[in-house]
């Protein structure tokens, strides 16, 4: 189970970051329709909070006193994820392509926090 979680921790991690950089060079317009709502500081300000939650959960393998962090990261991980998902159903967009995406990272943030925290934390 520690394995997995640290496969999905580095997956996310790189996943997040990815997301990040690529939003430093588009806009939330050129993105989605749906997220046009989001300001373009909002948007920038989101691709550091991004940055750092990719951090967060990979810190831990450098020094273990960082562990916290990786249940907070995935959260707010998790907490974009879903304002990103009531933009979309804000908007009135029908195709829910995406926000079945932005649900399912979600939730395995989701998961990834509860079982750093509460089932194999790292100790």
Known sequence: ??????????????HTAVG?????SHS???TMPSLSA??????????IFEL?????????????RFAMLVPISAIGIALEMLLFSGLHL???DTNYGPMVYW???AALCVFLAYGRFALRPII
């Open 38 to 47: 989001i300001p373009h500081g909002a948007w920038l300000a989101l691709s």
């Open 28 to 30: 939330a317009e050129q």
């Open 20 to 24: 990040a950089v690529w939003k430093f």
């Open 1 to 14: 189970m520690n394995i997995l979680f640290w496969v999905l921790q580095v997956l996310l991690a790189l």
């Open 52 to 64: 750092l939650c990719s951090v967060g959960l990979l810190l831990p393998v450098l020094n273990k």
């Open 103 to 105: 649900l399912v990272v």
């Open 90 to 92: 804000y908007s009135g």
